[in-house]
């Protein structure tokens, strides 16, 4: 049997930590939908892009869409290594970085 004072003490933490959790969660749930109304109202009047053409993507610029990139350890190579685009992972597009892939300014 748990003593009466440890019992009032435990309720009255898991109250607190209950009110805490909702409050949190209250709060993040808040703050999502005014993030998504203000970019909705954004989107709304903003100008595409003139980077992307208002895509928010365009054609890698370091492997210029062939996805890999030649690449050697050494200053003066002897072999050349075909390796993986570091800047679009082999996807062949990379993301617009003027408009961060939104397509709009």
Same mark, same amino acid.
């Given at each position: 049997?748990?003593?009466?004072?440890?019992?009032?003490?435990? %309720? !009255? #933490?898991?109250?607190?930590?209950?009110?805490?959790? %909702?409050? =949190?969660?209250? $709060? $993040?749930?808040t703050?999502?939908?005014? *993030?998504?109304? =203000?970019? #909705?109202?954004r989107?709304?009047?903003? $100008?595409?892009?003139?980077?992307?053409?208002?895509? !928010?993507? &365009?054609?890698?610029?370091?492997?210029?869409? /062939? #996805?890999?990139? +030649?690449? $050697?350890?050494? &200053? +003066?190579?002897?072999?050349? /290594?075909?390796?993986?685009?570091? %800047?679009? +992972? !082999? /996807? *062949?597009?990379?993301?617009?970085? /003027?408009?961060?892939?939104? !397509? &709009? +300014?």
């Open positions: 049997m748990i003593p009466k004072p440890l019992r009032t003490l435990g %309720t !009255g #933490a898991a109250i607190i930590l209950g009110g805490l959790i %909702t409050l =949190n969660l209250a $709060s $993040s749930a703050m999502r939908a005014l *993030r998504f109304t =203000n970019e #909705a109202k989107r709304k009047v903003a $100008s595409p892009c003139e980077h992307c053409k208002g895509k !928010g993507f &365009y054609i890698c610029k370091l492997c210029k869409a /062939n #996805a890999t990139i +030649d690449w $050697s350890p050494l &200053y +003066d190579p002897v072999a050349i /290594n075909p390796c993986l685009c570091p %800047t679009c +992972d !082999g /996807n *062949r597009v990379q993301r617009c970085l /003027n408009c961060l892939g939104k !397509g &709009y +300014d």
